[in-house]
């Protein structure tokens, strides 16, 4: 796996790159500063494949430099390890909301660097996995592949506050019960998902659910808050260290939000989805609820707001 490091202390950078020789990493370059590695990652044909970065440097912090490299095309989707000696919970959240997928602390655990690295390759798999199938059906009629995409995850990469199921529940796994506690999620279901999976070309309905996911981002953006869809015409928002939500706030937020995709639909003549919105869910302190369960809670949550008829419903003007 090719790897580039970046942390401002060049000891460090050497110390690390001996760890990752002894983990059988020889691919690995590093720089000194968030601007020499923006330089590297927007070459063409840049091949690196993991990013490992310091949040304290000068003169741009680590999580600055997440936002620069998620607004590079080609690294829209590259692993990305935040390092710190931060014990700081909002830097952590800050990195994860940013783009991060992983984070490790100093001074470096050999153990703990091999599992984070093992986990970046797991998201490269995947990705490559997803990848593939994406090419292979923009070839293809959607009818040959009726089930292709819609019970997996759709991965919303341009939606902000978007991160994968994968670095969704490791963000929740880091964090303690109490802290999650303290935090809230909101499952979003849009109705008769399936219909529209079967009406449109696969990947015009991965673009709808990003649409529609936008439109939950931004209705919340009250809240430091992280967004996932698993599939099936859902999608969960994890809202960080907010366990009082004004529901119907959030509700009036959305239905301004969709208002703004009326023209978009109104113009092919089709009605715009209707959006149900769960119940907030949280981990409990005790029993089975743990915190990788949040988002599968939160989607049954949507879910049965759906059938209970909980939905905000528009009719595009024909």
Known sequence: MRILAVDDEQIFCDLLKTRLKQLGHTQVKTVLSGPEALKIAAAEGNAVECFIVDIQMKPMDGIELVRHLRAIPHHQATPIIMLSALTDKSSIDSAFISGANDYITKPLDMVELKIRLEMARKILDERAHAQLMHEHLLKQEAILYPSADFDGEILLDEVDGAVS????????????SIRLRQSSAIGFH????????????????????????????????????????????????????????????????????????RPRFTAVDMTLPEISIGEP?????????????????????GQAASRAGNNISFRAVA
Not at 165 to 176: A, I, V
Not at 219 to 234: E, I, K
């Open 281 to 301: 869910v949280r981990t409990g302190l005790f029993g089975k609820n743990g915190p990788t369960t949040l988002v599968s809670r939160a989607r049954r949550a």
């Open 190 to 261: 849009m109705v008769g998902a399936e219909t529209y999976f079967e009406m449109l070309e696969p990947t015009y309905y991965a673009t709808l659910i990003g649409d529609i996911a936008q439109a939950v981002s931004q209705s919340l953006s009250a809240f430091p808050h992280m967004l996932v869809c698993p599939g099936s015409g859902d999608i969960v928002a994890l809202l960080i260290d907010e366990s009082n939500v004004d529901l119907q706030s959030i509700r009036s937020n959305l239905e301004h939000q969709l208002e703004t995709l």
């Open 165 to 176: 199921m994968l670095s969704m529940e490791n963000f929740l796994l880091k964090q303690g």
